[in-house]
């Protein structure tokens, strides 16, 4: 999502993007609140261009994203150096406050929700790129009790399909061949009697586009025609995320989750029929208040009967405004314990996460190759359709190319491979 939106703001300025802030004249920190460190990872990385602004006075400094919806005007009091404050759904704003900004020398807060202009701002295209994003819901209308989400990116928004339709479109004949839908909770996207199953459907019927893939799934919106869709659509990858957050019963009650364990269990059941060879990744939050050991280990059981691919897992973040926070002041789990399970969470997640890339070892997967990898030029990298990272010897004719690669090695977050010729 973060990633989209500083795409869309590279785009909205129609700059030259650099890699050197001394070298730029406009410097954007685009930030998110989802959880206080990366909160105050915002902050830290504005205090880094004060001395840029001190040495180069018309350089123009802002804060775009959700800390800076959440905290306002309050940002300017605080940071002198800051020349702007645009909030979640200011995008298409940008040009006008910069002209603003150079010709008054004003500062400036824009933190409204103009609807109107919601998706106006399609993101930045790098030439060759092989994935993209596809924005088609923003905000959130889900209201759990420990995010942020409802509060800086406003109440859910679903974009029309035929702008969905559009943009990847375009995307797919500029040489994507892989997109990802992205939404808060992207399968509860609706739009004039469109459901999501309709517009995996659609976005299967675009000519060239190889693969779908969309996140953020929430579990009480996986309906049967989404499963349908998933399963009959060819191009859609067989891989979700669908974050649980805990395995008690009575945490997910406390999340607000609306839905229980059993009922979490035999959604991947009802996935797993339709889509047999589908992985599942998941998120989940250590330490919500109130969470005793037994709750953690109903969590632990839960993984064990799962074996989710990965899991992403946080320690509880208290975040202003949220009920949650207020839960927190009468039932904090205390941070030691909460640190103590989250290492052994992630310790769990590694055994499974290890054992499953091994068991891939010998088999011969389809790769969508995105590009050199990052460690090794002689190297490419790509995922396969189950959403693993495969790293393999070839040369860079082959990016954007769907190749069978033979996996010689399971590692802990990737597999290695030979390509099949
Ligand atoms: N504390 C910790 N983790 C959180 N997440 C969201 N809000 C919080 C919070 N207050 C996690 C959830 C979500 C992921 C994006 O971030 O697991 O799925």
Same mark, same amino acid.
């Given at each position: 999502?973060?990633?989209?939106?500083?795409?869309?703001?590279?785009?909205?300025?129609?700059?030259?993007?650099?890699?050197?802030?001394?070298?730029?004249?406009?410097?954007?920190?685009?930030?998110?609140?989802?959880?206080?460190?990366?909160?105050?990872?915002?902050?830290?990385?504005?205090?880094?261009?004060?001395?840029?602004?001190?040495?180069?006075?018309?350089?123009?400094?802002?804060?775009?994203?959700?800390?800076?919806?959440?905290?306002?005007?309050?940002?300017?009091?605080?940071?002198?150096?800051?020349?702007?404050?645009?909030?979640?759904?200011?995008?298409?704003? &940008?040009?006008?406050?910069?002209?603003? /900004? *150079?010709?008054?020398? @004003?500062?400036?807060?824009? =933190? #409204? +929700?103009?609807?109107?202009?919601?998706?106006?701002?399609?993101?930045?295209?790098?030439?060759?790129?092989?994935?993209?994003?596809?924005?088609?819901?923003?905000?959130?209308?889900?209201?759990?009790?420990?995010?942020?989400?409802?509060?800086?990116?406003?109440?859910?928004?679903?974009?029309?399909?035929?702008?969905?339709?559009?943009?990847?479109?375009?995307?797919?004949?500029?040489?994507?061949?892989?997109?990802?839908?992205?939404?808060?909770?992207?399968?509860?996207?609706?739009?004039?009697?469109?459901?999501?199953?309709? &517009?995996?459907?659609?976005?299967?019927? /675009? *000519?060239?586009?190889? @693969?779908?893939?969309?996140? =953020? #799934? +929430?579990?009480?919106?996986?309906?049967?025609?989404?499963?349908?869709?998933?399963?009959?659509?060819?191009?859609?990858?067989?891989?979700?995320?669908?974050?649980?957050?805990?395995?008690?019963?009575?945490?997910?009650?406390?999340?607000?989750?609306?839905?229980?364990?059993?009922?979490?269990?035999?959604?991947?059941?009802?996935?797993?029929?339709?889509?047999?060879?589908?992985?599942?990744?998941?998120?989940?939050?250590?330490?919500?208040?109130?969470?005793?050991?037994?709750?953690?280990?109903?969590?632990?059981?839960?993984?064990?009967?799962?074996?989710?691919?990965?899991?992403?897992?946080?320690?509880?973040?208290?975040?202003?405004?949220?009920?949650?926070?207020?839960?927190?002041?009468?039932?904090?789990?205390?941070?030691?314990?909460?640190?103590?399970?989250?290492?052994?969470?992630?310790?769990?997640?590694?055994?499974?996460?290890?054992?499953?890339?091994?068991?891939?070892?010998?088999?011969?997967?389809?790769?969508?190759?995105?590009?050199?990898?990052?460690?090794?030029?002689?190297?490419?990298?790509?995922?396969?359709?189950?959403?693993?990272?495969?790293?393999?010897?070839?040369?860079?004719?082959?990016?954007?190319?769907?190749?069978?690669?033979?996996?010689?090695?399971?590692?802990?977050?990737?597999?290695?491979?030979?390509?099949?010729?």
């Amino acid at each position: 999502m973060n990633e989209y939106d500083s795409d869309r703001i590279k785009n909205a300025l129609d700059a030259e993007p650099t890699d050197d802030p001394k070298k730029a004249d406009i410097i954007i920190v685009n930030t998110c609140a989802i959880r206080e460190k990366a909160d105050q990872k915002a902050f830290s990385g504005l205090g880094k261009y004060k001395s840029i602004k001190a040495n180069k006075p018309d350089v123009i400094v802002g804060i775009s994203g959700c800390v800076a919806q959440l905290y306002g005007d309050k940002l300017l009091k605080k940071i002198p150096h800051l020349d702007f404050v645009l909030g979640t759904r200011a995008i298409p704003k &940008l040009p006008e406050i910069i002209s603003n /900004i *150079e010709r008054q020398k @004003r500062r400036t807060v824009e =933190t #409204s +929700y103009d609807l109107e202009e919601l998706f106006e701002v399609e993101p930045y295209h790098k030439e060759g790129k092989v994935t993209a994003f596809v924005s088609v819901q923003q905000g959130c209308n889900k209201r759990c009790t420990y995010c942020i989400v409802p509060q800086v990116r406003g109440d859910e928004v679903n974009r029309p399909l035929p702008d969905i339709l559009k943009e990847t479109t375009n995307l797919v004949k500029k040489g994507v061949k892989e997109i990802t839908f992205i939404g808060q909770t992207v399968n509860s996207w609706k739009e004039s009697g469109y459901k999501f199953g309709d &517009l995996i459907r659609a976005a299967g019927e /675009i *000519e060239d586009l190889e @693969r779908i893939r969309f996140t =953020t #799934s +929430y579990p009480r919106d996986i309906t049967k025609r989404m499963i349908d869709a998933m399963k009959e659509v060819p191009q859609v990858c067989h891989h979700l995320h669908l974050p649980v957050q805990s395995g008690s019963n009575k945490v997910l009650s406390n999340m607000k989750r609306t839905y229980t364990r059993e009922w979490y269990i035999d959604t991947i059941a009802r996935l797993k029929d339709a889509v047999p060879d589908i992985t599942i990744s998941t998120d989940i939050i250590i330490g919500f208040p109130g969470e005793t050991d037994q709750d953690f280990q109903d969590t632990i059981s839960l993984m064990k009967e799962i074996e989710f691919e990965s899991s992403y897992s946080f320690k509880f973040s208290p975040r202003p405004g949220t009920p949650a926070a207020e839960y927190e002041k009468v039932e904090t789990v205390d941070p030691d314990i909460a640190s103590a399970r989250l290492s052994e969470l992630q310790a769990f997640q590694k055994d499974i996460a290890e054992k499953k890339n091994l068991s891939r070892v010998g088999q011969i997967e389809e790769v969508l190759v995105e590009g050199e990898s990052r460690n090794d030029p002689n190297f490419l990298s790509g995922r396969t359709d189950h959403n693993r990272i495969l790293n393999f010897k070839g040369t860079k004719d082959l990016v954007g190319k769907t190749v069978k690669v033979r996996v010689t090695e399971g590692l802990l977050n990737s597999l290695r491979g030979e390509l099949v010729l």
